[in-house]
């Protein structure tokens, strides 16, 4: 079985992902250097600062409201995990992915070891409620940094934020992943360590 090698010199299988070699710092990395839109931004735009506002925007949701810190947490962390299979595979365009056999489970297969890995169990109310706020980050993401859209694309799309998306740089964006998978319980900062990039238990 062929495996890819991670960032941090792991062997990961995309074909038979198992949860022990995920690792948050790989997909950290790997996510902050992939741009969103197969790279067809005015500028760079990563994955992972796009996981980050869709965390941000399912905590403010309505199955949010009056819930627990835990509770929240876990929504959140949904959220941030949402493509973290890109990781592993990188982001395939939605047209080619139409296209590709076998491409959803492959990414289920992925997305669950992930899950595994950090005890998350997002019910279906939560996974809608991701893919909402998903789906609002890209309208706003098309509005912000793409092109004019000549074709209506997103017609369907939910009506985009009011705020402004100003892209970061990767290490930049790459330290706001780490950060907020900290604040929800997904990794731990290790204390005394001079380079937060580099201490981040899991």
């Known amino acids: ?23 948050l710092r790989d997909i950290a990395h790997s996510l902050s250097l992939i741009c969103r839109f ?5 500028e760079f ?14 905590a403010r949701c309505g199955i949010c409201y009056g819930a627990s810190r835990g509770y929240v947490a876990d929504v959140m962390a949904a959220g941030l995990l949402h493509d973290a299979h ?4 990188a982001d ?17 297969r992925i997305q669950q070891a ?5 005890g998350l169990t997002p019910g279906a109310d ?8 998903d789906r609002t980050a890209c309208v706003t993401e098309a509005r912000d940094l793409l092109g004019p859209t000549i074709h209506g694309w997103a017609i369907d799309y939910p009506a985009p934020w009011e705020d402004k998306i100003e892209p970061l ?9 780490l950060a907020l998978a900290c604040v929800v319980g997904l990794a731990r900062p290790i204390v005394g360590e001079p380079h937060f990039l580099a201490s981040v238990e899991e």
Do not use: N
């Open 1 to 23: 079985m062929c495996w890819i090698q991670t960032y941090s010199g792991r062997q990961f299988y995309p074909l038979a992902p198992r949860a022990t070699d995920v690792k």
């Open 86 to 89: 890109e990781a592993y595979i």
């Open 114 to 118: 992930i899950h595994e890995h950090f």
């Open 126 to 133: 939560v996974l809608a409620t991701v893919k909402h706020a």
């Open 169 to 177: 740089a990767p290490v930049v964006a790459e330290r706001e992943f």
């Open 38 to 42: 197969s790279g067809h931004c005015r």
């Open 92 to 108: 395939i365009t939605s047209p080619v992915k139409k296209e590709l056999a076998g491409i959803d489970a492959i990414e289920q």
């Open 45 to 58: 735009y990563s994955v992972a600062q796009h996981s980050v506002l869709v965390a941000h925007a399912v």
